[in-house]
């Protein structure tokens, strides 16, 4: 029994060392859940007008005509038991990092590519709906297509209509923000046999190391020229110093759209290590079900850009003394206890 308890004890210590050391290496991370949204408490519902080229759909698909005038009705049901106030927007349909195509951001700048935009041929008649409540109420948007330029294919767009915080916070000083909401499609084309999809073709703009909610990231910016909305898509890239093939960073997404005459950032993380200046290689491709493109781009980064982004980020690798001490520790603790044990069972054999 005692010949046991000399063999277990070392072993279960040093077990519990090396766990340890472990934990100390690799620490655990503990991801809460958030907890669930409440519910908007009210709804949206498209009024169907005659020019409507699908009506199996519950959003704007429009046939128009130069000079043409009309008003689009979305109606709004507050099902909540007070007042509702809700912020009504006409915007362009844009595509974010994650390559989803997204309606509500407004003032986008909008490419070169795209002569005509829905916030130039939509405007919104009131931009603060407000609804009685257990009531409806009703947000118009004026629309008015141009003589000229014509709308090439489709433009793509969206009614974005969201909950406002209660005029409570006028009062306190503090400005109305708006919440969660609905975005309701808007498609404007002059020519109805316009595919809604298509991959004519992408180009690559430009690439630039930025901040993204305190990451620092390569984004290399994917335009889609042309009127009609990328789906399928797979991109991937990575970042490597000129003149070597290790990469610093790569990245890559799939299943993604893009919207027309849009850009899609697709970013590469740089993650917790720090950027360093010097000149450095994109080599990044974009699939579609049918197509391809490779796309290549040499960059440099400044000292004062390497050192503004290692400053501003949030996302740093420190590791504190304490840290590196404890470590040290350890791996002499262990050293001796293996050295121990193994000196015990040595001895203990030689003793029969």
Same mark, same amino acid.
């Given at each position: 029994?005692?010949?046991?308890?000399?063999?277990?004890?070392?072993?279960?210590?040093?077990?519990?060392?090396?766990?340890?050391?472990?934990?100390?290496?690799?620490?655990?991370?503990?991801?809460?859940?958030?907890?669930? !949204?409440?519910?908007?408490?009210?709804?949206?519902?498209?009024?169907? =007008?005659?020019?409507?080229?699908?009506?199996?759909?519950?959003?704007?698909?429009?046939?128009?005509? =130069? /000079? %043409?005038?009309?008003?689009?009705?979305?109606?709004?049901?507050?099902?909540?038991?007070?007042?509702?106030?809700?912020?009504?927007?006409?915007?362009?349909?844009?595509?974010?990092?994650? *390559?989803?195509?997204?309606?509500? &951001?407004?003032?986008?700048?909008?490419?070169?590519?795209? *002569?005509?935009?829905?916030? %130039?041929?939509?405007?919104?008649?009131?931009?603060?709906?407000?609804? %009685?409540?257990?009531?409806?109420?009703?947000? $118009?948007?004026?629309?008015?297509? =141009?003589?000229?330029?014509?709308?090439?294919?489709?433009?793509?767009?969206?009614?974005?209509?969201?909950?406002?915080?209660?005029?409570?916070? @006028?009062?306190? /000083?503090?400005?109305?923000?708006?919440?969660?909401?609905?975005?309701?499609?808007?498609?404007?084309? @002059?020519?109805?046999?316009?595919?809604?999809?298509?991959?004519?073709?992408?180009?690559?703009?430009?690439?630039?190391?930025?901040?993204?909610?305190?990451?620092?990231?390569?984004?290399?910016?994917?335009?889609?020229?042309?009127?009609?909305?990328?789906?399928?898509?797979?991109?991937?890239?990575?970042?490597?110093?000129?003149? $070597?093939?290790?990469?610093?960073?790569?990245?890559?997404?799939?299943?993604?759209?893009?919207?027309?005459?849009?850009?899609?950032?697709?970013?590469?993380?740089?993650?917790? !290590?720090?950027?360093?200046?010097?000149?450095?290689?994109?080599?990044? &491709?974009?699939?579609?079900?049918?197509?391809?493109?490779?796309? #290549?781009? @040499?960059?440099?980064?400044?000292?004062?850009?390497? %050192?503004?982004?290692?400053?501003?980020?949030?996302?740093?690798?420190?590791?504190? #003394?304490?840290?590196?001490?404890?470590?040290?520790?350890?791996?002499?603790?262990?050293?001796?206890?293996?050295?121990?044990?193994?000196?015990?069972?040595?001895? !203990?054999? $030689?003793?029969?």
């Amino acid at each position: 029994m005692n010949k046991y308890k000399v063999k277990v004890i070392p072993i279960l210590f040093l077990s519990g060392v090396l766990l340890l050391l472990f934990n100390l290496l690799f620490p655990l991370s503990v991801l809460a859940n958030e907890d669930v !949204q409440q519910a908007a408490g009210f709804t949206v519902k498209t009024k169907i =007008p005659e020019n409507q080229i699908d009506t199996r759909i519950n959003y704007f698909y429009l046939h128009v005509n =130069p /000079g %043409d005038e009309q008003t689009l009705e979305v109606e709004i049901s507050n099902n909540t038991d007070k007042k509702q106030s809700y912020k009504v927007q006409a915007n362009q349909a844009v595509t974010n990092s994650n *390559a989803l195509v997204v309606y509500d &951001q407004p003032d986008v700048p909008v490419d070169k590519s795209l *002569a005509v935009s829905i916030p %130039d041929i939509a405007k919104v008649e009131e931009k603060k709906v407000t609804v %009685d409540a257990k009531s409806k109420g009703t947000a $118009r948007i004026h629309l008015k297509i =141009p003589q000229e330029p014509a709308i090439n294919g489709i433009l793509l767009g969206g009614i974005h209509i969201s909950l406002m915080e209660s005029d409570d916070a @006028e009062s306190k /000083g503090t400005s109305v923000s708006s919440t969660y909401g609905y975005a309701i499609g808007l498609i404007v084309t @002059e020519t109805p046999e316009s595919p809604l999809y298509g991959e004519t073709g992408v180009e690559l703009k430009s690439v630039e190391p930025v901040l993204d909610y305190g990451s620092k990231v390569l984004q290399a910016n994917i335009l889609n020229p042309n009127p009609e909305i990328m789906k399928d898509v797979s991109a991937s890239g990575s970042i490597s110093k000129k003149g $070597r093939n290790d990469k610093v960073a790569s990245s890559s997404l799939k299943d993604g759209k893009i919207a027309p005459n849009s850009v899609l950032p697709f970013q590469i993380d740089w993650g917790k !290590q720090d950027v360093e200046a010097g000149t450095y290689v994109f080599n990044g &491709q974009l699939k579609t079900e049918n197509q391809s493109w490779k796309f #290549q781009k @040499e960059f440099t980064i400044s000292k004062e850009t390497a %050192d503004k982004l290692n400053k501003e980020s949030a996302f740093k690798l420190v590791v504190p #003394q304490w840290w590196t001490t404890t470590f040290y520790i350890m791996c002499v603790l262990t050293v001796l206890l293996f050295i121990l044990l193994t000196g015990r069972m040595v001895i !203990q054999k $030689r003793r029969g």
